[in-house]
């Protein structure tokens, strides 16, 4: 899978931009993505596991295999404030960028330094090793906005 | 292969420079001065002449493979146009004298090309006037959202966006931005054609300009085209023609003629051009009457005496986009390939190269699924979908190609076609090579039921199998003295 | 066959009959009569011979036999002749961008060849594979650099040649960026001035090295307060100085661009030339164009292939403002085949040689009455000269006399009409220079070129 881009992307470099929704239905093909049940979700594939008040956020399945090999991350810097939705990393694979979105508001209070050395820890464990950050909520209404695993896992059936 | 910096032998030469003959030798205060080593090779002629000519031995090429890329138009390019963009009379001229005063006299034989193309571009498309400044295709088209938004500011025109359909080249985030604009897109109907009434919804007081190329990337002619320009410039928007398929429509149609009101046109596709190995291009644009107070400064004017000059003085100009007048080199190629051809000669071009491209849509669609079964024009679409069901892929085919010494097709675009395969013949071909392709072609289909796996580690025949594109993305390595100091 | 068709008749009515239809026009039924061209009126094709003759006459109407000393950004250098032997191959000029790496690797490497001969003359860590032109490869810096730092405000050193500036100002008209200029004390960037412009608002300061006037500085205290506020700084370069002078990467600047032409390419009228643009390694990024880099193949074998094609700008969209970044693979190619016959030495020999006959050619030019060379800064191979007399009437007659004798400041700034700039490449011969300097004299002084009106010679 990780060929199939490249090429194609280059050839966008020159004319053509096109989201990377489009380039998710492409690729996605016919594997079973696995969700977490006791994670909260977003319509933009992050997850959110909310303990007290601290949230740590991640990628999800879905999210990484559309990616493919994940090769960077961006990291938020500490004490950075993050909105809900709000943009707070990016991440980079062979073939496509994107940006992560904070499923909550609230403070930067700890990154995974590990993905800096070795991003592919994302495509290895998304769910657990490949945690991107946690921030302190200040607002746990906010967690009504977001998916529960089996709302996420109907969402991506509607997406599929 | 060896880098050319690993064959640097401490002490060799490959060029020497001449002996000063002023006797003076200037000394370079030392706080201006280089004090860290330059480490360029030290290699003989010969060592550079054979390094690269063994390194130009490991690529594909027009002179040597059939390149079918779709929306490229790879084709022949014609070798005397190489010898005339050599005459001494245009490499040694410098762009800056013709801003010396008189010193427009100085350059008549190169204004007075840059002049002639803008005449012919103008009858081939239907324009009113070119500018030839823009450097590529890519470049072309800002140049031209560039003026709609100029055109737009001063008619007091509030406009945000610009639609384009989903099926074409698109256009640049990047470019609308630049002009201030969002992009919005119009899906394409179950025939690969814009959908009209989806395209109404998006026609509102802010739309800006339309995005359209036709024959779309599909290959297909928008016979609706005439009622498109009328939605759009009911609402005073911009009709933009993409001119990267203009090789289909020479003598046939001209954008000029249905409403559009500005196009960009790639030299370096449809008027043969070499490609470069990915530049140099030269994508001018040309525009209707009431877009030329915005064309780039400056403009070759044909003055009463028939001599030529620059003009600089147009207040409306959206100024300067290039440093001088364009790729003049490139242009020089274009105009010489044109005058050679000729009104006929344009016309028969693009007459093969429609039918070269339905002759490979015709012979392939029992082998490969055809998204859209209907007469195509310069490039047919073609979809790996079936082979993909056994694991063989439009890459894994595009792979199988360069194994049979065949460049591959643009693989993976068109975005709204699965597993897309999109052939350009172009019209130089003759029907021989095509049929060696479609044999090919007809082979890997054959394999994908047979041996599926054995696509896998393809290509065999090349000095490299397939690269590890993780890694470099990973590890980066761009620059062999990076851990070096330098 | 005149539109280089491949196919014959019976090609054609064999391809015909496969497609199913009577005649090629069938094809074009999509095509309306409502839609067809209106117009068409061309003139024939002509032969082979007649498109070279009239391409003899068209050159033959071009001055290219003047002897230039002009210069201004895009200079005379020889080049040898073994580049363009090298790109005549057929095998790089007619191929395409190398979307297929194992049958591209031929240019993928000329590529990464060209970025590291870039790197070790900038004295940067990594640089693209070529950009548009000079002028467009700054303007690309630029917007490069408001990424960067999320600021709206650029410094521009007034000593930036005219032209960049004026393609920054188009480009960035629509865009809600501040540019402001500071002058030019004594030739050199204007300390002061910047100082009080550099705030924490500004994401760029734009400097040249030679300036347009040809003189020579060392940002190196510039770049430091610049850093110190957060300022990134750019500098744009003249590579064949380079052999010589203090490099951007030693003055500490962050992103380098420059005007490849002087690198093996012909003057061409403006063009094809060649952008080129280096940076630090932590901004690889945030950098516009094609990157070529080095992995392994299945075997474990060193290959190449475009690399790192999912940075920001190509895809997300609302961030993105750079986009006129495609290529310019072939003259990449001149400029690393220029520099590898060049060499290590022989790079630095040429700098000197050009050092040395500019310096000449000022010391001939002092002794002419009517001329004031400027030797307030360092210079290299271009030096401003004030004249008694309107300098774009003196370049006039200076054409008569077979000279493009340097390119006159009145177009570009305000109340410098009698200033023009003087470029000597190792290509000018003491000849051609005593015989430049001798016209001048004679266009200056009228017909008065006895050495009574010369004035004394201060060698210096």
């Known amino acids: 899978m990780e060929h199939y881009g490249s090429q194609y992307l280059d050839l966008l470099s020159l004319d053509e931009h096109v989201p990377l929704v ?17 994670l909260l979700y977003t319509k933009d594939h992050e997850w959110v596991n909310v303990e007290e008040n601290v949230a740590t956020i991640g990628i999800t399945d879905y999210a990484q295999s559309s990616l493919g090999d994940i090769t960077y991350i961006e990291l938020p810097p500490a004490d950075d404030e993050v909105e809900q939705f709000g943009n707070f990393a990016s991440i980079e694979s062979v073939k496509a960028a994107s940006d992560i979105f904070s499923p909550m508001s609230g403070r930067v209070i700890e990154v995974n330094e590990n993905l800096e050395a070795d991003p592919a820890l994302i495509n290895k464990s998304c769910y657990h090793k490949g945690w991107i950050a946690k921030i302190e909520i200040c607002d746990m209404d906010e967690a009504s906005n977001l998916m529960t695993a089996d709302e996420y896992r109907s969402f991506l059936e509607s997406v599929g | 292969m060896d880098l050319i910096f690993e064959k640097s032998v401490e002490g060799k030469r490959g060029f020497l420079n001449p002996k000063s003959d002023v006797d003076v030798r200037a000394e370079m205060p030392s706080s201006y001065k280089r004090q860290k080593e330059c480490h360029l090779p ?187 320009t009328e939605m759009v410039h009911a609402v005073d928007g911009i009709m933009y023609y993409d001119g990267a398929n203009l090789n289909a429509i020479m003598g046939r149609f001209r954008p000029g003629d249905v409403g559009f009101d500005v196009m960009h046109v790639n030299l370096h596709k449809t008027f043969a051009t070499p490609h470069g190995g990915g530049g140099p291009g030269a994508g001018p644009v040309g525009v209707k009457e009431k877009l030329i107070p915005y064309l780039p400064i400056s403009r070759v004017v044909r003055k ?13 100009s959206i100024g300067y986009i290039a440093s001088f007048y364009g790729n003049f080199g490139v242009i020089l190629r274009a105009y010489a390939y044109l005058l050679l051809l000729g009104k006929e000669g344009l016309k028969e071009a693009s007459n093969h190269a429609v039918l070269n491209a339905n002759y490979i849509k015709e012979r392939l669609k029992k082998h490969f699924a055809l998204p859209y079964d209907h007469i195509c024009m310069h490039e047919v679409v073609l979809s790996a979908a079936t082979q993909a069901k056994s694991g063989v892929h439009a890459i894994d085919i595009a792979k199988f190609l360069i194994d049979k010494g065949i460049h591959p097709p643009t693989v993976y675009f068109p975005l709204t076609v699965q597993e897309a395969i999109m052939i350009e013949p172009t019209e130089t071909e003759s029907k021989q090579t095509l049929d060696h392709f479609i044999q090919a072609m007809v082979e890997a289909d054959e394999l994908s039921v047979t041996e599926p796996s054995a696509f896998k580690d393809l290509p065999k025949t090349m000095p490299i199998s397939r690269p590890d594109e993780t890694k470099a993305a990973r590890d980066i390595d761009t620059n062999y003295f990076a851990e070096k100091p330098c | 066959m005149a539109s280089y068709i491949g196919n014959t008749q019976k090609d054609v009515q064999d391809m015909l009959k496969v497609i199913g239809v009577k005649s090629i026009d069938d094809l074009f039924q999509d095509i309306k009569p409502r839609h067809a061209s209106q117009s068409f009126d061309l003139p024939a094709g002509k032969s082979e011979f007649e498109v070279v003759e009239c391409f003899r006459r068209l050159a033959s109407q071009n001055a290219a036999h003047l002897i230039p000393f002009i210069g201004g950004g895009y200079y005379d250098h020889y080049i040898p002749a073994a580049v363009d032997a090298i790109i005549s191959r057929a095998e790089f000029y007619t191929a395409y961008t190398p979307y297929q790496p194992e049958c591209s690797q031929g240019t993928l490497q000329a590529l990464y060849e060209f970025q590291s001969s870039i790197c070790t003359l900038t004295g940067m860590e990594v640089a693209n594979a070529s950009l548009y032109d000079g002028g467009t490869a700054l303007y690309e810096a630029a917007m490069m650099a408001l990424r960067l730092t999320n600021r709206k405000k650029v410094l521009l050193d007034g000593g930036v040649s005219p032209i960049y500036r004026k393609i920054l100002k188009s480009y960035t008209g629509n865009l809600h960026y501040e540019f402001q200029e500071t002058s030019v004390a004594h030739g050199q960037s204007h300390r002061q001035e910047m100082e009080e412009l550099l705030d924490e608002n500004t994401a760029a300061v734009i400097l040249q090295n030679p300036n347009f006037f040809g003189a020579i500085d060392d940002h ?46 012909p003057l061409n009228f403006g063009g094809p030339y060649l952008g080129f643009m280096a940076t630090r390694k932590e901004f690889i990024r945030k950098m516009p164009g094609r990157i070529v880099g080095q992995t392994v193949d299945q075997e474990g074998r060193r290959c190449f292939v475009n690399t790192l094609q999912a940075r920001e700008q190509h895809i997300r969209r609302e961030k993105a403002t750079s986009n006129i970044c495609t290529n310019m693979s072939l003259c990449a190619l001149q400029a690393v085949i220029y520099m590898s016959l060049l060499g290590k030495e022989g790079f ?53 006399k077979g000279f493009a004798a340097g390119f006159p400041l009145g177009r570009y700034y305000k109340g410098m009409d009698n200033y023009m700039i003087v470029a000597v490449t190792e290509k000018r011969t003491k000849e051609e220079i005593l015989r430049y300097v001798e016209s001048l004299d004679e266009v200056l002084n009228k017909s008065n070129h006895c050495s009574s009106n010369r004035k004394e010679h201060v060698a210096s």
């Not at chain 2, 193309?117 to 823009?134: A, K, N, V, Y």
């Open chain 2, 304 to 316: 009463e005496d028939g001599t030529y000059s620059l003009n600089y003085d147009y207040p409306d």
């Open chain 3, 220 to 265: 190196s205290d510039i770049i430091k307060k610049a850093h110190e506020l957060g300022v990134l700084a750019i500098e744009s370069v003249y590579p064949i100085a380079l052999g010589l002078i203090k490099t951007p990467g030693e003055m500490g600047a962050d992103i380098v661009t420059g005007e490849g032409q002087s690198l093996g390419l």
């Open chain 2, 42 to 228: 030290e290699v003989s002629e010969l060592d550079v002449v054979r390094h690269f000519t063994n390194l130009s031995k490991r690529n594909f090429s027009v002179d040597s493979n059939f390149y079918p890329l779709g929306s490229c138009t790879m084709k022949y390019n014609p070798k005397f146009t190489e010898d005339l963009a050599r005459l001494c009379g245009f490499t040694h001229l410098h762009p800056l004298l013709p801003q010396l005063k008189q010193g427009e006299k100085l350059v008549q034989g190169a204004l007075g090309v840059l002049y002639e193309m803008d005449r012919w571009l103008c009858e081939i498309t239907g324009m009113d006037s070119f500018t030839m400044q823009p450097l590529a295709g890519a470049h072309g088209e800002l140049t031209g959202v560039m003026m709609m938004a100029a055109y737009h500011k001063s008619k007091g025109n509030k406009k945000k966006y610009i639609v384009v359909p989903d099926s074409s080249h698109g256009t640049n985030p990047a470019t609308a931005a630049i002009a201030g604009y969002e992009i919005v897109c119009v899906p394409s109907d179950k025939n690969g054609v814009m959908d009209l009434s989806r395209l109404q919804e998006k026609i509102t007081d802010e739309m800006a300009g339309f995005m359209l190329t036709c024959p779309n990337t599909h290959g297909i002619f928008n016979s609706n085209i005439d009622k498109i």
């Open chain 1, 22 to 38: 489009v380039w998710r239905s492409i690729i996605k093909g016919e594997e079973i993505m696995e969700v977490e049940d006791h």
């Open chain 3, 348 to 400: 630095k020999e040429l700098a000197q040689l050009n050092l040395d006959k500019a310096e000449f050619a000022r010391r001939m030019m002092e002794r002419i009455k009517g001329v004031e060379v400027i030797r307030s800064s360092q210079t290299f191979n271009e030096f401003t000269v004030r004249l008694s007399k309107d300098a774009s009437g003196v370049v006039e007659a200076m054409i008569g």
